[in-house]
Each structure stands twice: as C-alpha cells, then as structure tokens.
C-alpha cells in the first residue's frame, strides 16, 4: 500500500497516539463471551472489556456520565420524542424504553454513533413478556405446562422477532413470586412457587439471552421485580411488603438467584417498600446480597418513576435527596425520572455522592453495552424486519406451546373430547370470538387482528358438516342480559354448548388488583342460563389469574382452563376441546374456593392447631372448608396414570449426602398422554418450623396405553436444607418425608434421615 510521506508535529502525533489508543472502543473485533470458551479466554476477554471502560470513563465528562444513568420513555407507537436526538448528540442519554422498529432505532443510533462525542451506543428496551409480534401465552399459562424448555423457546423467539426490530433489551423476565390473586400481575410470573419459578426463570434467560447476547436474534433480559413485588399488602399493586428476611431468602430470592446464576445482565428494582426501605434504595437488596452475595457484576434500572416515588413512600425529603438515596444503595439507571441527571452534579459537589459511585454506576451501564455487543454491531439490518416477524413457523410454535399450557379442571363422565362430527355446536359468551383478550397484558407490538379466537379455532377444527352458531350473550362487564335468550336458544338448538367466560385483557396485569375474583359483569348468570337448558355446557376460562368458579366446577360436566393464550389461542384451544391435544398442564398457584381464603398456598406451615374437622378449635373457617377448589400442581388428562412403588436408594445419608428417588408411572388409560411426576419433601423438624411440603423436582413424561416408565430423582443438600436463625443456610439432621405424585395433594411418600 502506498502512504505518503508526512511530517508530524509532535502534537499531532500525540493526537494520533489519542485516536489509535481508544479506536477499540469502536472499531474492536466483535467480543464473544460464550460460556463454554476456556476460562483464560473468558478471562482475558472480560479484562479487554474493563480496560476499554476504563478508557472510555476517562474521557467523559460528568455531564455525559450522568447521561448514561438515563432512560427516558418513547412515544407510545414506537418513535422517539422530539427532545431524544438533541440529548443523545449531547451525550445526555444513554437508554430509551419503547423506542423500536429497524427505522426508529437506527435513526437515533446513527445521531448516537455520528453526531455525539464520544459515540456510545443507545441501549433500547421494551417490555417483551411473552412475545414481540407473535404473542404465546400469558407467563403464568406457560408455567402450567411445567416446561421449562417450552418458555425457553418462546422467549427465543421473542428475542428475535425483538432484535430485528431494534430492541436489543426485554425488560423481562418477570419473577415475582406470587401468592395472591387479588394482585393482577400474578399473570407475568410462574406462580406461587420457588422451585417451579426458579426453573422458569433461568428458561426464560437462557431463550432471550443465549449463550451469548451479542449474537444476533439474542437480547439482552432483565430480572424483575426486585424483589417481593408480588407480596404486596392486600393484592394491590404498588404496596407495602413487609416480611421476615427468612421468608425472603426462603420464597421470593430463589428465582432472581437462578435468573443471576443463568447469566442475567441486568434487574429491575421493584416499586414497594420492603420492610420500611423502598426497594429501588435498599442497600441490603441492591448492594449486600445482590452484588455482595451473588456478585451480579451487570446493572441495576430502577422500574418507572420509582426512583421520584421515593418523596411518596416518605424515605425521601425532596428530588435531590431521592437521587442520593438510590445512587448510594447501588441503584444505576433511573427509568423515567430525570433526578441523577438533574441533581447529581450538585450532590457530588457538596459530597453527598462520590465520584467513585457515580463511576461503578456508569462503569456496569457500559459493561453491559459492550457484552451486548452494541460498540461494535450499534445497528439493526431493516431489511429483515418485516420477514422475521409472524412467521409460519413462529405461529406454530405458538400453537403448540398454548397446547400444552392449558389444565383440563373437570371432565366428568368423558364429557371432553368432543366429536368433531356433531350436528350442532352452540359457541357462547363474550370472551368466545374476542380478539384482544386471548392476547393478555403486557402484549409487545402483537396486533388482535392477527389473534385466532376460540371460534375461528372451532370452526376451522370441525367437520364441514357441522353447523356452528355464536351468541355473545354478555360483556364481561357491566349488567345487561340481553343476550341471555339467544344464548340459551342456540344452546337448546344444538348437541353441546361451548361457553367462554373470564377476563378480559384490561382486567390483568399492571395496576389491576381486584378485591373479588368472581366472575364480573353477568358471566355467571350466562353460564346457568345456558346450563339450564338442559344441554351438556363445556366451560372454557379465558383469564390471567385464580378465579373462584366454584358453582362452575359443582355443576358443568367438563371445566377447561386455557388461560390467555396468545396469537394462536383459539386453534389451541379447539386442539384441546376435540382431542387432537390431550391436556397436560397442571396449576402453577392455588385456586381458592372464595377470596377470603387469600393468601392461600400449598407449602404454608403447619401451626400448632392444623385443621381437623370434627374440631372447632383448629385452624379452619366456618363458612368454608379450608382447602382449596384446586390445589397447586392439579391437572387432569383425557388418559389416567398411575404413580406407585416408591423407592430410595438409601434410609440414612450425610448433610452432604445424595439421595436416589424413583417411582414407577404407568398410563392405564386408553391414550397416550403426559403426566407430570412431581417430588416434595418436607422436614419433619427443624430449628425453624417448615413448610408441609416443598416442591424439590418435577418431570414431564409421556407414555403410550399400557405403557410403564420409571422416572427417577435427585435429591441433595441443595434441596434439603434452608436459611436458619442465624440467616446460615444448613442441612439439619432429622427426619425427613419424600413425597411423589401427580399433584401437591395426590402423593405417596417415604421417609428418611439425615445423618
């Protein structure tokens, strides 16, 4: 190559020296950081990735500093507000939420990576719970399939459908343990367990994060809501949560630990104050056990607003003193609320922050962004936006993930499967051709108009010969019955009615707590108009959380719960109702027989005085029995199973022993179906009193008619012990029960000790 000759002053050279020094910062071999490369390459790249940060600090500013602690929300189509070029060119902001689309994207990253000094890269976030473009069930439908791989290849899917369209961070996923139903975001997690959340939980990182985050189709997750965001007092959103750390530890950290443990690279802090200190300035969460114990090394957003909500909740005097407070916690980037931005020069100025503080803060926001791969690969290829997006094979995908969601509740005298071949259908209520609905909260860029409901899904599965009608009859809301007549008149003109009630989409997720989980609006009263017809009546619940449908279960022969179930929903759904499908979800929570019983779940203690019912003074109600209407891992099959012959692989093991469980299941019935083999234990007695049983595994297992598997499980220390008085995880000698079955109530058990 020819290079002219030149003569340097020695300014320029040290110019030169300038920008070929910090060129890796944009211009760097793209930075894989694949789990299974050598540990000295792991190693080596990590140091790579610090030393560039530390070049990079040195150059900002504290003004751009305080930019990157920025995330500021976009409109709510897609596009980015007027003010966010200006800031970005800046250096001011560092992240936006909801800004997506290839075209919206790459014009603010453009002005990111051309106009602005130091050309870092806008990291863009959007809420993908449970798809982008094409929607799967609802999270906690997802659970009831109690598989994991399933939730890892939807959020898979998700992450790409995300990334070719510019978002390259999910502010998902969800896992708050929830053990109300009163709380409407019950429908974005696992449920009520640790066990099962935290299998979910580390799934649904792995599918959005893979490997490795910097490759494409991958985005970057985000842990949420830390923590005990779904404890809230009384269901309702935004409360106070006030517990003992024994029951932090024990319920509600497992699943952000596993989400850590699976490589999250960032969480979410949550809106609630926790035992008097707001959780998005808890240095006991924030700092002590989330950096301290788990050495998490990515960063820390604050959830919308909640960094200015802190002057609500009382902790904070005024706007400078709530950034001080959630800085110094070990809070990151505020969402929203521009108060590090606004007053985090003046705190530093008068020592109220450090610089050292401010610079770990940046410092994580970066780390992430080049792990990310954004210095290198800042843009989104629009060409393959539309093509990515509601694909054939996403769709199916779709379908068979919301098959195998759903929990058959009732079948009484095989009234399920229909016949493909009836006469006559009657397909009633107002969630039975509703588009938006099936879609549930927290839906991404999904479009109802692409939403295959329950009739559309009948009508495509029957038989051209059978004649299918549809009555609304209700709104989900409000009071009218006038449609009842016609209702009932299509239900007396035909072989079986079909009546689809439950929730509709506003009814769910953020900011919709409910004080009663009844059915609203006149749903009942369409249900026992129909029923009283005379004709058999298939009840399908459409819904995001426990409802109490106890008259529905006492009186329809057959009870089917298909949750909100996405794009594909209705075809799912008809897959079930005619046996194309054999159902195979089990709850994820407890359905309780009234709100009153609420909080009910399965691994409580078991007080002094447990139930008895010829005993007035037990732990019981007068008015209703104490047990629920379906109790935590139920679920029926159009097949039956049997779990039998219990063995150990030893009565007596170490606190650091193994222990071999396994159980014979058998499929006595007449098709083949999954049954999910569920294991607990308990401890019989402890230090501290124990939950009555502990879910401690699960398998999913299919078997032909007739045919018999032995499933076998693991049990170790990990399982066995529990956070002690001291706050000391221990494995305690004693007396300890294994139990085996089909369900938290339907088990076998053995027992051993540990030495």
Known sequence: ????????????????????????????????????????????????????INALLARMTLAEKLGQLQQLDGEGNGTFRPEHPDLIRKGLLGSTLNVRGAKNTNQLQHVAMDESRLKIPVLFGFDVI???????????????????????RSAGIAASEAYNSGVRWTLAPMVDIARDPRWGRITEGAGEDPYLGAAFARARVRGFQGADYSVANKVLACAKHWVAYGATEGGRDYNTTDMSENTLREIYFPP??????????????????????????????????????????????????????????????????????????????????????QHGAQLLKDGKISQATIDEAVRRILRIKFRLGLFEHPYTDDTRESSSLLTSENRAAARTIADRSMVLLKNEREALPLNKVLHSIAVIGPLADDHRSPLGWWSGDGKAEDTVTPLMGIRAKVSPSTKVSYAKGCDTQGD???????????????????VFVGESAEMVGEAASKSSLDLTGPQLDLVKAVHATGKPTIVVLINGRPLTVGWIVENAPAVLEAWMGGTEAGNAIAD?????????????????????????????????????????????????PWTPLFPFGYGLSYTQFKITNLQLSAQLISATGRLTVS???????????????QLYIRDVAASMTRPVKELKGFQRVTLQPGEKKRVE??????????WNREMRFTVEPGEFKVMVGASSEDLIEATFKVE
């Open 480 to 498: 009218s019955t006038e449609g009842f007549a016609e209702a009932a008149a299509l239900a007396r003109d035909s072989d079986v009615a079909i």
């Open 256 to 341: 952000f630990k596993a989400a850590v443990d699976a490589g999250v690279g960032t969480v979410m802090s949550a809106f609630n104050d926790l035992n008097g200190v707001p959780a998005s300035a808890n240095p006991f969460t924030l700092t002590k056990v989330l950096r301290g114990e788990w050495k998490f090394d990515g960063f820390v957003v604050s959830d919308y607003t909640s960094v200015k909500e802190l002057i609500n909740h009382g902790l904070a005097a005024d706007d400078p003193d709530a950034a001080r407070l959630a800085l110094n916690a070990g809070l990151d980037m505020e969402m929203v609320s521009r108060l590090f931005n």
């Open 663 to 677: 159980v014979q299941v058998e499929n006595v019935g007449k098709r083949s179906g999954d049954e999910v083999v």
């Open 1 to 52: 190559m020819f290079m002219p000759q030149c003569h340097l002053t020695r300014a320029t050279a040290l110019f030169i020296i300038i920008i070929i020094a910090c060129a890796p910062l944009t211009a760097a071999p793209q930075q894989k950081r694949a789990r299974n490369a050598p540990p000295q390459a792991r190693t080596n790249r990590r140091a790579n990735t610090e030393s560039r």
């Open 576 to 624: 079930v109702l005619f046996g194309d499908v054999n159902p195979s979800g089990k709850l994820p929570v407890t359905f309780p027989r009234t709100v009153g019983q609420v909080p009910i779940y399965y691994n409580h203690m078991n007080t002094g005085r447990p139930p008895e019912a010829n005993n007035r003074y037990t732990s019981k109600y007068l008015d209703v």
């Open 130 to 152: 449970h798809g982008y473009r094409t929607i799967f069930p609802i999270p906690l439908a997802e659970a009831s399939s109690w598989d994991p791989a399933l939730a890892e």
């Open 713 to 722: 499980f693991l049990l170790t220390a990990g399982q066995l012990g529990f």
